[in-house]
């Protein structure tokens, strides 16, 4: 079973840069793609990206011009940055692991992060 | 992108009931749709994927069924833990999208 964990700043100023690492335990980080997936408050999901543990990546197009996302299987770890924040961003961001079948078959336990203007 | 629609937004039900929920594709996404659950303050959980197959560990109380643009996901005997919102993702393109929610709450 795969267990995954967020890691960052819960409060971010508006205009500024989110930064958040997942960190991956059990499992091989070779075969799936990392991805990221968002809720603002009360309301649904979006999905955000993945990075595949080559480096190579895939994004959402809404937010695409934002969003910087890497990984470091060394450490078991992948990261999402996604630069000049708005309220509008403020979420639990959740990551997750994609078997490669465009589900999401685990995910971590999410993270609020509040955008303060 | 692909417009993911569920239906209803929510939905009252008792112990023991039957109840399923709709999702629609604006699309054709042939069996490429997945259901997940969501407790209050806890993260999604994959229940089934391809449209009708169970992921391990998932109660068979939980049936998916669909293919194109119209699937269900219908819970039969519902138990106390089954109270949650449900979402669909659509699974065939990217950026994957998910349906609004359905919030099954008890009578």
């Known amino acids: 079973q795969v267990q995954l964990q967020e890691s960052g700043p819960r409060l971010v100023r508006a205009s500024e840069t989110l930064s958040l690492t997942c960190t991956v335990s059990?499992?091989?980080?070779?075969?799936?793609?990392w991805s990221w997936v968002r809720q603002p408050p009360g309301m649904g999901l979006e999905w955000i990206g993945y990075v595949f543990h080559n480096g190579y990546t895939n994004s959402n197009p809404s937010l695409k011009s934002r969003i910087t996302m890497s990984v470091d299987t060394s450490k078991r770890q992948f990261s999402l940055k996604m630069s000049s924040v708005t309220a509008a961003d403020t979420a639990v961001y959740y990551c997750?692991?994609?078997?490669?079948?465009?589900?999401?078959?685990?995910w971590g336990q999410g993270t609020l992060v509040t955008v303060s203007s | 992108d692909v417009q993911m629609t569920q239906s209803p937004s929510s939905v009252s039900a008792s112990v023991g009931d039957r109840v399923t929920i709709t999702c629609r594709a604006s699309q054709d996404i042939d069996t490429w749709l997945a259901w997940y659950q969501q407790r209050p303050g806890r993260a999604p959980r994959l229940l089934i994927y391809?449209?009708?197959s169970l992921q391990s560990g998932v109660p068979s109380r939980f049936r998916g069924r669909g293919s194109g643009t119209d699937f269900t996901l219908t819970i039969t005997s519902l138990q106390p833990e089954d109270f949650a919102t449900y979402y669909c993702?659509?699974?065939?393109?990217?950026?994957?999208?998910f349906g609004g929610g359905t919030k099954l709450e008890m009578k």
């Open positions: 059990g499992g091989s980080m070779t075969s799936d793609r």
């Open positions: 993702q659509q699974a065939n393109r990217f950026p994957l999208t």
């Open positions: 997750a692991r994609d078997s490669g079948m465009n589900r999401l078959d685990d």
């Open positions: 391809a449209a009708s």
